[in-house]
């Protein structure tokens, strides 16, 4: 409790004096003494302590209220008044910082503004009181100067140049620009995407403050939901202004969002290795990100999740998650335990399985599996031919996954769009 009210002397011999110099009422009641041996022993002493306070001493009260005005001088005068026996001691504060003499200079002009306090203090207490000096206090105090400094301080911000709307390429990097006045304080800008902050996307956008207002929202790569509109919102403590565009998409008809022909599977080989399966199709190629519980698997990682003969550490929820420009789309499959996934194995087909997952492969092939089917469809080393509105349609797959009938099927609705303006009768479509 070391401070200037309490001192603690020793005698050398064990003997301890705490002294408290001036008391005052709230020293009034239980006192604690705890003492601790270096081998972690305690000890408490406790006293009650009674003060005998004359009845004529009372804690501080403001009688009128302080008052903060702006002399004809330009100085800063408080007034108030207050009462309380013993004669209170009075502290001054400025913006939460005590004012002393000599600090006379800096409370001059518009430097004067702000939030005052005076504490007034004696042994039976403490009372405050506060005040605030506007603009409206010192204005007929001010010279032509100071009040145009105060008019261009005290004003919200504006857009000198906002935004506007424009078209871009979907896939490509993309910058919005604005220009707000400058202003004191400096304004705070906030960038929104159909009035959703950008913030959570730290990777994707990226802000860029110049001098003199201007600033620019840097977008690394368009995506299909960055067809919105777009509104930038500059704040400071007098205001805000918005600015606003519509940002319209070019988009190739062939670009599609991923989808997958085959839900993940995660299955448990008997060398206590986690294999994950799945097929999944979309323009721009899909970039794949995978998870075991909500936690990225990168390279490397294969011993967070791989375990003895049982699996047991592999055992939870995996997820593929699948993005291009056109949107994400995820799959999920759960490793519960290695008898339920082996019995699985044995309904599917053999297929060649990665000995670890600290290499993820995404494999693409030419190879098809002959399978039987409807007479629309026939599936054959690289081509799948079907009936389109009457029209016999062959469509030749490179470099794919091997594919079933139904994901052969799924391929031709994801352009059944464009496939009916390209089919005519003597003419047969090609696609890879």
Not at 214 to 236: G, M, P, S, Y
Request: net charge negative.
């Amino acid at each position: 409790m070391a401070s200037k009210e309490y001192k603690c002397l020793a005698d050398g011999i064990g003997g301890y004096v705490l002294e408290v110099r001036p008391t005052e009422a709230e020293d009034q009641g239980e006192w604690k003494l705890v003492a601790t041996s270096q081998e972690g022993a305690i000890s408490i002493s406790t006293c009650d302590i009674n003060m005998i306070i004359p009845k004529h001493f009372k804690k501080p009260r403001f009688l009128d209220t302080l008052k903060a005005v702006l002399t004809e001088e330009g100085l800063v005068s408080f007034e108030c008044k207050v009462v309380g026996s013993p004669t209170p001691l009075l502290r001054w504060f400025k913006d939460g910082q005590e004012l002393k003499p000599g600090d006379v200079y800096q409370l001059t002009g518009t430097n004067s503004l702000g939030s005052y306090c005076c504490i007034a203090k004696n042994c039976m207490g403490e009372a405050r009181s506060s005040a605030e000096l506007t603009v409206e206090d010192i204005e007929s105090q001010l010279n032509d100067e100071e009040r145009a400094q105060l008019i261009s301080a005290s004003q919200a911000p504006k857009f000198l140049h906002g935004l506007k709307s424009e078209e871009a390429k979907i896939n490509e990097s993309f910058r919005f620009t604005v220009h707000v006045s400058v202003t004191t304080p400096l304004p705070t800008l906030s960038w929104y995407r159909d009035d959703q902050p950008i913030e959570n996307e730290p990777e994707k956008y990226f802000v860029v403050r110049e001098h003199l207002g201007i600033c620019h929202l840097d977008v690394r790569q368009l995506e299909f939901n960055d067809q919105a509109e777009w509104k930038c919102v500059a704040t400071n403590e007098f205001g805000h202004s918005v600015t606003s565009c519509f940002l319209r998409l070019n988009i190739p008809k062939h670009f599609k969002k991923p989808k997958f022909l085959e839900c993940l599977r995660a299955v448990l080989s008997e060398e206590g290795a986690v294999n994950l399966e799945c097929k999944v199709i979309g323009v721009p190629q899909p970039v794949l990100k995978w998870y075991k519980d909500g936690v990225e698997l990168k390279p490397g990682d294969i011993h967070r999740i791989t375990s003895g003969e049982d699996g047991t550490c592999c055992l939870g929820t995996y997820t593929c998650e699948a993005r291009n420009c056109m949107g994400t789309v995820a799959s999920f499959a759960s490793l519960l335990g290695f008898e339920d996934q082996k019995a699985r194995q044995e309904e599917r087909m053999e297929l060649v399985r990665q000995p670890s997952l600290s290499t993820i492969h995404e494999e693409r092939t030419s190879q098809m599996y002959d399978t039987a089917g409807d007479q629309s469809v026939t599936i054959g080393t690289g081509e799948v031919s079907f009936s389109f509105d009457g029209k016999e349609v062959s469509v030749s797959l490179y470099e794919t996954p091997d594919l079933t009938e139904d994901e052969a099927l799924q391929i031709v609705e994801m352009y059944a769009e464009q496939l009916s303006e390209h089919v005519s009768d003597p003419n047969t479509w090609g696609a890879s």
